[in-house]
């Protein structure tokens, strides 16, 4: 793997050459503009300056990475025939370059291209090649090549995933059907990709309780938007025509496609979104390849652009559902949260079947602290997924906490309740309700067992320790409390609730000194408005002197 990868990522290693224009305000600010992945303001930077020095490849070869960051392939196509030209091609050139001559149908020059090339990773110089070669014809060296990838570890799915493909792009359908059959007969992970055309495939060859069964296996038993369309298909008989399968040109882009998908867990999103734009050139009608640009868009902050392919689908595409859940993340992270409840809102209607629509939405009204509309939602999911027999216990763990935030707790305690039902020893749901209960003076020794055995299920969540430690402070077990507050304070150290919680078990021990320390570590932290006051007059006047103003003893004893 590392030997087929080994030139994979040395684009990103591009600095700019230090020359006359390094003191040039328009090169300084490209250079800035690149670093924050702000490729339209970089490309217009980095144009200036290579206008000032037309032949610095390390500028040309940056102006290139800006260009296809925004999706202006063609626009790069024309710089990297300078590089030609020049006879200074890098890997990004050569990469433009045989994305090119893939679109004009250059087969045969590209297969010379590719073994002349130096500087193309060898993942992608072999598949481009054994693509060119079935379509070709020349089906012994094709399957050769994919031999020798399939032989890399990890690799095997992979390369058989590809023979399939070229198959079928170069109409040898029943030969794919059989590739794709051996991918999936296994327990592997297939892509999605690679079910979705495996069952058109079926559909075609009109094999429709065989498509269903395939379905079934991987995706079900409940289905997306796209998926439950190609389900129905089976289900109603209903054939996929021939001409829908993409031919060598078009469907090639998959080689793009998948080497983003192999390497998106490694490489820079930058060279990631490279390899996507360029599946994007060869078949603009590619969701996957297109939301997954959106998606690296989004990791590397270019929200605008990242929406501007979102909406690249309509409204009555089966991917449109995907689409729609990317751009309301987009707008959520950029820090539109309501435009992101809006396209919600709107999705929830169009798909009112589709319980994670009414999620989704749920945890951003949740997030708005908007509970009341949150806890509807939730409920809408839970209801479609109660129909089907298939509610988890996280619905009803969120929902549970919107409930308690709205005051409703007879509710928010039967949902946390019929969470610990589906998952007995989920730390989460134990922690919250056990906490919640020992707030409540209720039910204490169940509550305190709850969090004891969170702490045993998840013993470095510092969350899940401070509240044992404060359910032994509640309890009056002040001894007790102490290690498991420090042992809170040491996970979380910048927390100001556990420095304050610190804080009260030492001045409930005698540790007065060290509790003062503690709150004031806690005011350095941020704490809330109302702790603030609250921490300020423990300094002031002591715990023991708040608590009486509160109406409580010192020497707690819950009953």
Same mark, same amino acid.
Request: no cysteine; charged share 25%.
């Given at each position: 793997?590392?030997?087929?990868?080994?030139?994979?990522?040395?684009?990103?290693?591009?600095?700019?050459?230090?020359?006359?224009?390094?003191?040039?305000?328009?090169?300084?600010?490209?250079?800035?503009?690149?670093?924050?992945?702000?490729?339209?303001?970089?490309?217009?930077?980095?144009?200036?300056?290579?206008?000032?020095?037309?032949?610095?490849?390390?500028?040309?070869?940056?102006?290139?990475?800006?260009?296809?960051?925004?999706?202006?392939?063609?626009?790069?196509?024309?710089?990297?025939?300078?590089?030609?030209?020049?006879?200074?091609?890098?890997?990004?050139?050569?990469?433009?370059? @045989?994305?090119?001559?893939?679109?004009?149908?250059?087969?045969?020059?590209?297969?010379?291209?590719?073994?002349?090339?130096?500087?193309?990773?060898?993942?992608?110089?072999?598949?481009?090649?054994?693509?060119?070669?079935?379509?070709?014809?020349?089906?012994?060296?094709?399957?050769?090549?994919?031999?020798?990838?399939?032989?890399?570890?990890?690799?095997?799915?992979?390369?058989?995933?590809?023979?399939?493909?070229?198959?079928?792009?170069?109409?040898?359908?029943?030969?794919?059907?059989?590739?794709?059959?051996?991918?999936?007969?296994?327990?592997?992970?297939?892509?999605?990709? @690679?079910?979705?055309?495996?069952?058109?495939?079926?559909?075609?060859?009109?094999?429709?309780?065989?498509?269903?069964?395939?379905?079934?296996?991987?995706?079900?038993?409940?289905?997306?938007?796209?998926?439950?369309?190609?389900?129905?298909?089976?289900?109603?008989?209903?054939?996929?025509?021939?001409?829908?399968?993409?031919?060598?040109?078009?469907?090639?882009?998959?080689?793009?496609?998948?080497?983003?998908?192999?390497?998106?867990?490694?490489?820079?999103?930058?060279?990631?979104?490279?390899?996507?734009?360029?599946?994007?050139?060869?078949?603009?009608?590619?969701?996957?390849?297109?939301?997954?640009?959106?998606?690296?868009?989004?990791?590397?902050?270019?929200?605008?652009?990242?929406?501007?392919?979102?909406?690249?689908?309509? @409204?009555?595409?089966?991917?449109?559902?995907?689409?729609?859940?990317?751009?309301?993340?987009?707008?959520?992270?950029?820090?539109?949260?309501?435009?992101?409840?809006?396209?919600?809102?709107?999705?929830?209607?169009?798909?009112?079947?589709?319980?994670?629509?009414?999620?989704?939405?749920?945890?951003?009204?949740?997030?708005?602290?908007?509970?009341?509309?949150?806890?509807?939602?939730?409920?809408?999911?839970?209801?479609?997924?109660?129909?089907?027999?298939?509610?988890?216990?996280?619905?009803?763990?969120?929902?549970?906490?919107?409930?308690?935030?709205?005051?409703?707790?007879?509710?928010?305690?039967? +949902?946390?309740?019929?969470?610990?039902?589906?998952?007995?020893?989920?730390?989460?749901?134990?922690?919250?309700?056990?906490?919640?209960?020992?707030?409540?003076?209720?039910?204490?020794?169940?509550?305190?067992?709850?969090?004891?055995?969170?702490?045993?299920?998840?013993?470095?969540?510092?969350?899940?320790?401070?509240?044992?430690?404060?359910?032994?402070?509640?309890?009056?077990?002040?001894?007790?409390?102490?290690?498991?507050?420090?042992?809170?304070?040491?996970?979380?150290?910048?927390?100001?609730?556990?420095?304050?919680?610190?804080? +009260?078990?030492?001045?409930?021990?005698?540790?007065?000194?060290?509790?003062?320390?503690?709150?004031?570590?806690?005011?350095?932290?941020?704490?809330?408005?109302?702790?603030?006051?609250?921490?300020?007059?423990?300094?002031?006047?002591?715990?023991?002197?708040?608590?009486?103003?509160?109406?409580?003893?010192?020497?707690?004893?819950?009953?």
């Amino acid at each position: 793997m590392k030997k087929i990868f080994k030139i994979l990522f040395l684009v990103l290693s591009v600095s700019f050459t230090e020359s006359a224009l390094a003191s040039s305000g328009a090169y300084l600010a490209g250079r800035q503009a690149f670093s924050d992945h702000n490729f339209v303001a970089a490309s217009k930077l980095q144009a200036k300056s290579v206008s000032v020095d037309p032949s610095n490849s390390k500028l040309l070869e940056s102006l290139m990475i800006s260009i296809i960051a925004q999706g202006s392939v063609g626009k790069a196509t024309t710089i990297a025939e300078t590089h030609k030209i020049d006879g200074n091609l890098s890997q990004i050139s050569q990469m433009i370059l @045989s994305a090119a001559m893939i679109k004009e149908g250059q087969n045969k020059t590209l297969l010379n291209f590719l073994n002349n090339s130096d500087e193309i990773t060898p993942i992608l110089k072999d598949l481009l090649s054994a693509w060119i070669l079935m379509g070709l014809e020349d089906e012994v060296n094709a399957n050769r090549i994919f031999a020798k990838i399939a032989q890399v570890q990890g690799m095997g799915q992979f390369a058989n995933f590809h023979r399939a493909m070229s198959q079928l792009a170069a109409g040898k359908i029943e030969q794919a059907e059989r590739t794709f059959s051996l991918i999936h007969k296994d327990q592997g992970n297939p892509t999605r990709r @690679s079910v979705i055309f495996h069952t058109k495939i079926l559909l075609f060859q009109g094999r429709f309780a065989e498509a269903q069964t395939l379905l079934e296996k991987w995706f079900g038993p409940t289905f997306d938007p796209e998926i439950e369309e190609l389900f129905l298909n089976a289900t109603n008989e209903k054939s996929y025509p021939k001409n829908s399968f993409f031919k060598t040109k078009i469907a090639i882009a998959d080689v793009f496609h998948s080497i983003a998908n192999l390497i998106s867990k490694e490489a820079d999103p930058t060279f990631t979104l490279i390899y996507s734009r360029l599946a994007q050139y060869l078949n603009a009608d590619h969701t996957d390849a297109t939301l997954m640009s959106a998606d690296l868009l989004v990791e590397l902050g270019q929200f605008d652009l990242a929406i501007k392919e979102y909406e690249k689908l309509s @409204s009555s595409h089966p991917q449109f559902f995907a689409s729609e859940l990317g751009r309301a993340e987009a707008l959520r992270v950029s820090g539109n949260e309501k435009s992101a409840i809006k396209v919600l809102t709107k999705l929830t209607q169009q798909y009112p079947s589709s319980a994670n629509g009414f999620r989704i939405l749920g945890n951003h009204y949740r997030r708005l602290e908007a509970y009341d509309q949150a806890e509807i939602s939730y409920g809408e999911a839970i209801e479609l997924l109660e129909q089907k027999g298939e509610a988890g216990w996280f619905l009803y763990y969120v929902r549970g906490i919107t409930r308690e935030r709205l005051d409703i707790w007879d509710l928010a305690e039967k +949902d946390f309740r019929k969470a610990l039902l589906l998952n007995p020893n989920q730390p989460q749901v134990l922690n919250y309700l056990g906490y919640s209960l020992i707030e409540k003076n209720d039910k204490l020794d169940e509550a305190l067992d709850m969090i004891e055995r969170a702490v045993k299920e998840s013993p470095d969540s510092g969350y899940i320790v401070d509240s044992l430690g404060w359910g032994y402070y509640k309890l009056g077990q002040y001894e007790k409390a102490v290690p498991n507050l420090e042992r809170a304070a040491e996970l979380m150290p910048i927390d100001p609730i556990v420095n304050d919680h610190l804080g +009260d078990v030492y001045w409930m021990v005698g540790r007065k000194t060290e509790a003062e320390f503690q709150w004031r570590r806690a005011l350095s932290f941020d704490p809330e408005e109302e702790e603030i006051e609250r921490i300020k007059k423990k300094l002031k006047v002591g715990l023991t002197q708040v608590l009486q103003d509160e109406s409580e003893d010192p020497e707690l004893s819950v009953k």
